[in-house]
């Protein structure tokens, strides 16, 4: 069965520093890999997606993730966070089958 | 636009009552889960449904039943709650597979006492 690491529960960063949020997967087939953002008390929003082609991809509001199919690693970085990007992020993986299975969550807090 | 409409948002029980969290898209997915949050274990998959009469178990899906009698409704019934159940509870819909992502609604907070 499929498995999600996220291996930091929590990162705190000050504003306009960097930021990695780790993700490694489990399968050795081909997967879709996603990166959700959880809002406090709203559901979840996805980030960005990668489904095939280009092995980095990005989102609207400065995100990107690189797929690596050797490490089985699809990290979210930032080049430089704001306050607003706190929130807790979740790293989802899905093969050929119907289901979505997700990492337990990496809690991103921005720092004044 | 509405997306995945979920009801109740909160919803306080005994233990043994039971109840319904209702779940509707307009979005004509045929896919539909039910997730459970729950802090430090990302969310679990409980029962999902690829289309009107069919739904599957997913990895949770002990005490909880549910029925898909059309594309748009995919209720989950909790037939009698456990403190156990006290979580948050996510339904999920998306488009054909493979690839497609997931339309979240905004969850219901459970709380079994």
């Known amino acids: 069965a499929q498995s999600v690491t996220q291996l930091d529960s929590q990162v705190p960063v000050f504003e306009e520093a960097p930021v990695e949020l780790r993700c490694n997967y489990s399968?050795?087939?081909?997967?879709?890999l996603f990166w959700y953002v959880q809002y406090p008390n709203q559901g979840l929003q996805l980030l960005l997606k990668?489904?095939?082609?280009?092995?980095l991809v990005e989102s609207i509001n400065g995100f990107e993730a690189e797929f690596n199919k050797s490490q089985t690693s699809f990290h979210l970085r930032k080049p430089s966070v704001h306050i607003s990007d706190t929130a807790e992020y979740f790293c989802a993986v899905k093969d050929y089958g119907q289901n979505f299975v997700f990492g337990p969550g990496t809690r991103l807090s921005v720092l004044p | 636009n509405a997306g995945v409409t979920q009801t109740p948002k909160f919803q306080v029980l005994k233990t043994g009552q039971s109840m319904t969290l209702q779940c509707a898209q307009d979005?004509?997915?045929?896919?539909m889960s039910w997730y459970r949050q729950d802090p430090g274990m990302g969310l679990r998959l409980i029962h999902y449904s690829v289309g009107a009469g069919i739904t599957d178990q997913g990895e949770v899906p002990n005490g909880y039943n549910v029925s898909r009698s059309t594309t748009e409704d995919f209720p989950l019934r909790l037939l009698s709650a456990a403190p156990s159940q006290t979580s948050v509870y996510f339904c999920a819909s998306s488009h054909e597979p493979p690839g497609g992502e997931l339309f979240f609604g905004e969850g219901s907070r459970l709380t079994v006492l």
């Open positions: 990668y489904l095939s082609g280009s092995t």
């Open positions: 399968s050795s087939v081909s997967v879709y």
């Open positions: 979005m004509n997915h045929e896919y």
